[in-house]
């Protein structure tokens, strides 16, 4: 995944942001540290670093929260979407499930693995369902009107 002329695109949930990157990618990582999961509100955060260089904000850009001494994190101030790491003015890591097709990636590395949340090791025994496990809950499904922003660019949103 790190061949030159690459392009991948993405956004916040709201489409109020909107990001391109045009050229390689560092690596893609999983992060089990304590900041990442109180920043994404999940788990363990889960990035793609880029050089600034082939990062452009396309529509909008994210707010800003200082959480270290050498760090801020990135989010869309209209829907909260948690959408970056940033440690130095060099790269940014853009969290995987902002892409637009984020099962492009597969994962370089787990950082502060001695802090992986418990749960997760047992993950693949947890018992699985689809996302609407009764008929009720798939008509429900079909009839529910999505306010997301679609996985690819639009010239007007909402
Ligand atoms: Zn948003
Ligand atoms: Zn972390």
Known sequence: MDEVGETFSGGCQCGAIRFRVEGPVIDASVCHCRMCQKATGGLFGAY???ENR???????APAH???SSVAQ???CPACGTPM??????????IAIGCFDE????TLDVAYAAENMHPA???????????LADTPEAERAYQELES????DNDTSTWP
């Open 120 to 130: 997760i090791a047992g993950l693949v025994h947890v018992p699985a369902r689809p």
């Open 65 to 67: 929260f200082r959480s």
């Open 54 to 60: 082939y990062l452009q904000w396309k529509r909008g």
């Open 48 to 50: 793609v670093a880029v």
């Open 102 to 105: 984020p099962d492009y990636f």
């Open 147 to 150: 306010f997301q922003h679609p």
């Open 73 to 75: 994190r990135g989010f």
């Open 84 to 93: 970056t790491f940033e440690w130095t003015h060099e790269r940014t890591a």
